[in-house]
């Protein structure tokens, strides 16, 4: 029964059916984990917020109206646990993207482009950890997840207009980080 579009599969949970929950959750586990991963950087951090946020869809999927997508609407719990995540820590987190960016085949580069590489990988890490909270969300569900603005508006619930402002100052803030880096050097 898994080409059962979302849409059913909700219904069929909100009847009492609960294997129709376990389909959803082999539906976006993966998409979940990511999106964690990509705010914590932990792989234990990031499999804690999935599980929890699939524990917060279990406990609400009889409530959900489909006023959105369940992949919007699982996107928004996950990134609103992940933000309390990071807050609750309160940890200045070094915030890594070495899983986003498609790795080269290293046996045919040369040593100095690896090198450059990971420098470059570095300062755009470094670059994204100094964004401020709000910017780094846009940022990183606009860029490396590619959601247009819209579906962010809902994720993040705030204005069109207000993501498309963050996105811009968080590009120029990493522009602007990277050109001193490179300045220095």
Same mark, same amino acid.
């Given at each position: 029964?898994?080409? *059962?579009?979302?849409q059913?599969?909700v =219904? =069929?949970?909100?009847r009492?059916? &609960? !294997?129709?929950?376990n389909?959803?959750? +082999?539906?976006? *586990? @993966? ?5 964690? #991963? #990509? ?12 599980? @929890? ?5 279990? &406990? !609400?999927? +009889?409530g ?9 609407? %699982?996107?928004r719990i ?9 807050? +609750? *820590? ?7 993207i070495?899983? %986003? ?5 290293t ?6 482009? %690896? ?6 990988r570095a300062l755009i ?7 401020? +909270? $709000?910017?780094? !969300? ?6 490396? @997840?590619?959601?247009p603005? /819209? @579906?962010i ?10 993501? $498309?402002?963050n ?5 120029? $803030?990493? *522009? /602007?980080?990277?050109? =001193? ?5």
């Amino acid at each position: 029964m898994t080409d *059962q579009t979302d849409q059913e599969l909700v =219904r =069929r949970f909100q009847r009492g059916d &609960e !294997s129709a929950f376990n389909e959803v959750v +082999r539906r976006y *586990q @993966e998409k979940v984990y990511w999106i964690a #991963r #990509r705010f914590v950087n932990d792989h234990d951090a990031a499999d804690d917020i999935t599980q @929890e946020a699939f524990c917060k869809a279990y &406990e !609400s999927l +009889r409530g959900f109206r489909g006023d959105a997508s369940i992949y919007t609407w %699982l996107y928004r719990i996950t990134v609103n646990i992940a933000l309390n995540t990071i807050r +609750r *820590q309160k940890v200045k987190a070094f915030f890594r993207i070495d899983a %986003l960016f498609d790795v080269a085949d290293t046996s045919v580069q040369a040593p100095d482009e %690896l090198v450059e590489q990971q420098e470059d990988r570095a300062l755009i890490e470094q670059a994204i950890a100094q964004l401020p +909270r $709000k910017q780094r !969300s846009v940022f990183v569900l606009r860029y490396y @997840e590619e959601l247009p603005y /819209e @579906e962010i508006a809902k994720i993040l619930k705030t204005s069109v207009g207000g993501l $498309k402002a963050n996105y811009f100052h968080a590009v120029r $803030k990493i *522009q /602007e980080y990277i050109k =001193r880096a490179h300045g220095t050097h």
